[in-house]
């Protein structure tokens, strides 16, 4: 097969020890709202009040205060991005900023589409959320009865609408679908995805893997790779090793903690923030608002402060060097295996 370079989550090339002495901001989100249309197993946005950004953030001045910290990127979801009554603000007011955007692809219309098409250059990269390779079992999982036929008809239209757009999956692996992951890898080989972003189901002991599980998913992804079914760039970085690589990671991985072994710094924070529209509180990246005891990771909040002046404030000052040249702080048990730089 062709050698190709793996997709990335994070801009390739990015420097730790530079951004260490200089932080510089190159990939931001954006949490739109809670608001989805679905009802996933492992998740509980759909359990909790359905409310859009905060009704006091001016979400063009807050666009505007991104965009003039020039950052690479930016990831746009929620809840679900598509049901936000700002998403097409932010699209009409976007001047250069290259968009990602998270979704289930159930709430794209023919009128996000056609604004879409206006700014396709910047509209960079789709993040497809899906958890099983059968439509009917992905549609029961996620609780959206029109999944059954339509599950990988909007990846198709995206492809289609918009020109040269790059779709990710993303792929919460848990004790319900790792015997399907072979499946599952050869269907988005099929339809021609960029990359696989492989998940490790977090914070619902109900559904983590337990040894033999997890060797079973390694043994499946292992023989597709010798036998070339499918090559390792399929991978988001190459990486589908989320539980680790030793018998003491597996054994970690069964209580749900991951990443210990293999991450011993981290540089995220040097170069992201995670902006929480709902409260208006910032995060030094994608998954510490997801943590135990989240307040202990906010940053600061738009509320009340700049997102300049947060950036460059002394509380994500003191917490960058928490994370890095060595990590001292508990959420690298919850970490997502894509947050790394390469």
Not at 61 to 89: C, M, R, T, Y
Not at 137 to 146: C, D, L, Q
Request: aromatic share 10%; proline share 5%.
């Amino acid at each position: 097969m062709e050698e190709k370079i793996a997709i990335a989550k994070y801009p390739i090339g990015l420097d730790p020890e530079k951004l260490f002495i200089t932080p510089k901001l190159n990939y931001a989100f954006i949490r739109m709202n809670n608001i989805c249309n679905a009802r996933c197993e492992f998740c509980d946005v759909w359990q909790t009040a359905q409310v859009d950004a905060h009704k006091q953030i001016d979400i063009i001045k807050l666009w505007q205060e991104l965009e003039a910290l020039s950052p690479q990127e930016v990831n746009i979801h929620g809840g679900e991005a598509f049901l936000s009554k700002d998403f097409l603000a932010i699209l009409d007011c976007n001047k250069n900023t290259p968009i990602s955007i998270t979704t289930n692809g159930t709430a794209l219309s023919k009128k996000i589409f056609n604004r879409m098409e206006n700014k396709s250059h910047l509209v960079r990269k789709f993040y497809i959320s899906i958890d099983h390779v059968e439509p009917e079992k992905n549609a029961e999982s996620r609780g959206i009865r029109w999944l059954t036929n339509n599950l990988y008809d909007a990846m198709k239209y995206i492809k289609q609408e918009i020109p040269n757009a790059i779709i990710i999956t993303n792929h919460v692996v848990t004790s319900l679908n790792y015997d399907t992951i072979d499946k599952f890898l050869l269907k988005m080989a099929e339809l021609n995805v960029d990359g696989v972003n492989l998940i490790p189901i977090k914070d619902y002991p109900l559904l983590f893997l337990n040894k033999e599980q997890i060797k079973l998913f390694m043994q499946k992804i292992n023989d597709l790779l010798e036998s070339q079914q499918i090559p390792r760039h399929l991978f988001m970085d190459a990486n589908y090793e989320i539980f680790g690589r030793s018998e003491d990671d597996y054994s970690r991985a069964e209580m749900g903690n991951y990443n210990a072994s293999s991450k011993k710094a981290c540089a995220i924070p040097l170069t992201t923030l995670f902006i929480d529209a709902v409260t208006g509180n910032v995060y030094p990246c994608d998954t510490t608002m997801y943590r135990p005891n989240p307040d202990q990771y906010i940053m600061g909040n738009v509320l009340t402060s700049s997102l300049h002046d947060i950036w460059h404030g002394d509380k994500f000052s003191l917490f960058r060097k928490k994370m890095y040249p060595v990590i001292t702080c508990d959420c690298i048990k919850g970490c997502d295996p894509a947050n790394r730089l390469r």
